[in-house]
């Protein structure tokens, strides 16, 4: 009884303390008073993203935002683990107050999620709350945070904790651990894909480097292990299969504009360029701070006397940084998928992440036979440069930038509903943009003047005619599209500029678009929903195992 007490109440301090962090974080990015947009309008897509969340079951299209020109961004980015922002944001009853609660609760869950993990990894508290501060409070997450403000990158920060120790445990042996694998990769994958992919590549890695291992010499083991990894993918397939296969139909049938592309060669970081700017606080540098350097200095004292499964971290360390950089000849991968990652330092959250385990782990060893006062100090000693790093660069960051844009509770809902991109627009659509944002309607190819008003799920127009006319409306064209007439269902035609076209008799014409999920984007969804179902039920399976076999153990 008093052993449950004690974690009780051990876990309580560190939960505040945890809140207490994310809190003060959530403070330092709003210091300000109010939220400055310095590197992009990023947090303006996201805050459009979540915003339209509110009819995402029914539509994937909210006519309400984007611009009301009918975006698809729901279809071609993941929505699920943001869904909870919108919550948060009707609970607020203001999209600048939600976002910081969001914001708070984020670094909040990776603190947790980062604590949790480690803890069951190495079963040592210290190293846990070394390994929470150093990944949670990060040089390279501020950057994300605070300068690029990439909510969806950031938000699959959370998840990588669950992965890397799922991974260490099938890597291990315990190859029963494949369903947590599958829940956190789907989750990335619902997340931030373009995580997802370079988390998929780092496995990948460790995997050919279990050859170099005592453990991995066996045929037993190798069938194992492919047994598992055969499981996780199909899972992961299902569970994701929700928002790839919809995206897939329409990349088929419409040919879209994608992300901006970007030369992959030019936007990796330059080695010495990233070393000079690590010992230095601009997080506009996109670099690895300087307590990430002092864990390399750590790697390259101590990776000779280590376990095989330090090394193994500190080896995907040093790689995610030389991914990072022009050292990879990334000019000839300029032209194939992996354009899609535009910026080659992406790979250094990986590497902050490895290296926060690495460091973590080194100062637990140093400390692991002291007293407890001096593991305290340890960790405070950790926690109080961490913060220290965040304050610093944050103010740094805020007197030297100049905004963008500024958004106010005052401003904000103005800000929403204005903001538009171009991202996953129909390719045809590109060279007449500015008639498609200016909501120009046009009868026979000639600009007409006429009122429309919008739902959620709908785009409604009035317009009269004298004659049988070809109505091009500014609502983009993808699958899924429905239009009534005078409550008749209409053939939708494509028009040349990629917009909604219909064939209207003369009379007066009231006009209502909308759109719906397709037959195969339904049966995706459910699909993936019976995945999730299935995994949830064989996780919840495999804890009473365990928690059986501990309760044998504990008998005897």
């Given at each position: 009884?008093?052993?449950?007490?004690?974690?009780?109440?051990?876990?309580?301090?560190?939960?505040?303390?945890?809140?207490?962090?994310?809190?003060?974080?959530?403070?330092?990015?709003?210091?300000?008073g109010n939220?400055?947009?310095?590197?992009?309008?990023?947090?303006?897509?996201?805050?459009?993203?979540?915003?339209?969340?509110?009819?995402?079951?029914?539509?994937?299209?909210?006519?309400?935002?984007?611009?009301?020109v009918?975006n698809?961004?729901?279809?071609?980015?993941?929505?699920?683990?943001?869904?909870?922002?919108?919550?948060?944001?009707?609970?607020?009853?203001?999209?600048?107050?939600?976002?910081?609660?969001?914001?708070?609760?984020?670094?909040?869950?990776?603190?947790?999620?980062?604590?949790?993990?480690?803890?069951?990894?190495?079963?040592?508290?210290?190293?846990?709350?070394?390994?929470?501060?150093?990944?949670?409070?990060?040089?390279?997450?501020?950057?994300?945070?605070f300068?690029?403000?990439?909510?969806?990158?950031?938000?699959?920060?959370?998840?990588?904790?669950?992965?890397f120790?799922?991974?260490?445990?099938?890597l291990?042996?315990?190859?029963?651990?494949?369903?947590?694998?599958?829940?956190?990769?789907?989750?990335?994958?619902?997340?931030?894909?373009?995580?997802?992919?370079?988390?998929?590549?780092?496995?990948?890695?460790?995997?050919?480097?279990?050859?170099?291992?005592?453990?991995?010499?066996?045929?037993?083991y190798?069938?194992?292990?492919?047994?598992?990894?055969?499981?996780?993918?199909?899972?992961?397939?299902?569970?994701?299969?929700?928002?790839?296969?919809?995206?897939?139909?329409?990349?088929?049938?419409?040919?879209?504009?994608?992300p901006?592309?970007?030369?992959?060669?030019?936007?990796?970081?330059?080695?010495?360029?990233?070393?000079?700017?690590?010992?230095?606080?601009?997080?506009?540098?996109?670099?690895?701070?300087?307590?990430?350097?002092?864990?390399?200095?750590?790697?390259?004292?101590?990776?000779?006397?280590?376990?095989?499964?330090?090394r193994?971290?500190?080896?995907?360390?040093?790689?995610?940084?030389?991914?990072?950089?022009?050292?990879?000849?990334?000019?000839?991968?300029?032209n194939?998928?992996?354009?899609?990652?535009?910026?080659?330092?992406?790979?250094?959250?990986?590497?902050?992440f490895?290296?926060?385990?690495?460091?973590?782990?080194?100062?637990?060893?140093?400390?692991?036979?002291?007293?407890?006062?001096?593991?305290?100090?340890?960790?405070?000693?950790?926690?109080?440069?961490?913060?220290?790093?965040?304050?610093?660069?944050?103010?740094?960051?805020?007197?030297?930038?100049?905004?963008?844009?500024?958004?106010?509770?005052?401003?904000?809902?103005?800000?929403?509903?204005?903001?538009?991109?171009?991202?996953?627009?129909?390719q045809?659509?590109?060279?007449?943009?500015a008639?498609?944002?200016?909501?120009?309607?046009?009868?026979?190819?000639?600009k007409?003047?006429?009122?429309?008003?919008?739902?959620?799920?709908?785009?409604?127009?009035?317009?009269?005619?004298?004659?049988?006319?070809?109505?091009?409306?500014?609502?983009?064209?993808?699958q899924?599209?429905?239009?009534?007439?005078?409550?008749?269902?209409?053939?939708?035609?494509?028009?040349?500029?990629?917009?909604?076209?219909l064939?209207?008799?003369?009379?007066?014409?009231?006009?209502?678009?909308?759109?719906?999920?397709?037959?195969?984007?339904?049966?995706?969804?459910?699909?993936?929903?019976?995945?999730?179902?299935?995994?949830?039920?064989?996780?919840?399976?495999?804890?009473?195992?365990?928690?059986?076999?501990?309760?044998?153990?504990?008998?005897?």
């Open positions: 009884m008093k052993n449950r007490n004690y974690l009780t109440l051990k876990n309580v301090i560190i939960g505040l303390l945890f809140i207490v962090i994310s809190l003060f974080y959530t403070f330092l990015f709003i210091k300000p939220i400055r947009l310095l590197d992009s309008y990023d947090l303006l897509f996201h805050w459009n993203r979540i915003s339209s969340l509110g009819n995402i079951f029914s539509s994937p299209v909210n006519f309400n935002y984007w611009n009301h009918g698809f961004t729901n279809i071609f980015y993941p929505w699920l683990t943001i869904l909870p922002g919108y919550l948060i944001f009707q609970l607020a009853d203001s999209p600048f107050t939600g976002f910081l609660i969001f914001l708070t609760l984020i670094t909040f869950l990776t603190l947790v999620s980062s604590y949790y993990f480690m803890h069951k990894f190495s079963t040592s508290t210290l190293q846990a709350l070394l390994f929470a501060v150093l990944y949670s409070l990060s040089f390279f997450r501020l950057a994300s945070v300068y690029r403000v990439g909510l969806a990158e950031y938000l699959s920060y959370v998840f990588m904790p669950m992965v120790y799922a991974l260490a445990k099938i291990q042996g315990n190859f029963q651990k494949w369903p947590l694998l599958a829940l956190s990769l789907g989750l990335i994958i619902l997340t931030h894909p373009l995580t997802a992919f370079l988390v998929i590549m780092m496995i990948g890695v460790l995997v050919v480097l279990m050859l170099f291992t005592k453990i991995a010499h066996s045929w037993r190798w069938g194992s292990l492919f047994l598992s990894a055969g499981k996780t993918l199909l899972l992961l397939a299902l569970l994701s299969c929700g928002f790839i296969v919809p995206l897939l139909e329409q990349k088929r049938a419409i040919n879209t504009n994608r901006a592309l970007l030369n992959l060669a030019q936007t990796a970081q330059d080695p010495l360029l990233l070393l000079k700017n690590s010992l230095q606080t601009d997080v506009r540098s996109y670099s690895l701070g300087i307590i990430a350097i002092l864990a390399v200095i750590t790697i390259v004292i101590f990776i000779w006397r280590d376990t095989t499964a330090y193994l971290v500190a080896v995907a360390a040093l790689l995610a940084i030389f991914l990072s950089t022009k050292l990879f000849p990334w000019q000839y991968l300029q194939t998928f992996f354009n899609y990652l535009q910026f080659p330092w992406r790979f250094l959250n990986l590497a902050n490895f290296l926060a385990v690495y460091l973590s782990h080194i100062i637990r060893k140093i400390f692991q036979k002291s007293t407890g006062i001096m593991q305290l100090l340890a960790f405070s000693t950790v926690l109080v440069g961490c913060l220290t790093q965040v304050m610093l660069s944050s103010q740094q960051l805020f007197e030297n930038t100049k905004p963008l844009a500024i958004v106010t509770p005052q401003n904000i809902q103005s800000k929403i509903y204005s903001f538009d991109q171009q991202d996953y627009y129909p045809k659509s590109l060279p007449v943009l008639t498609i944002k200016q909501h120009q309607f046009f009868v026979n190819g000639k007409v003047h006429t009122f429309y008003h919008t739902t959620a799920n709908t785009f409604n127009v009035k317009y009269y005619s004298q004659h049988p006319v070809k109505l091009d409306i500014p609502v983009l064209y993808y899924g599209v429905e239009a009534s007439v005078n409550n008749i269902r209409q053939k939708v035609q494509n028009s040349a500029r990629g917009t909604v076209q064939r209207l008799q003369p009379g007066v014409n009231q006009i209502e678009i909308s759109y719906h999920y397709t037959f195969l984007a339904q049966v995706s969804l459910l699909i993936s929903l019976l995945a999730l179902g299935w995994l949830l039920l064989l996780l919840v399976r495999s804890t009473k195992i365990i928690n059986l076999n501990a309760g044998a153990d504990n008998s005897e």
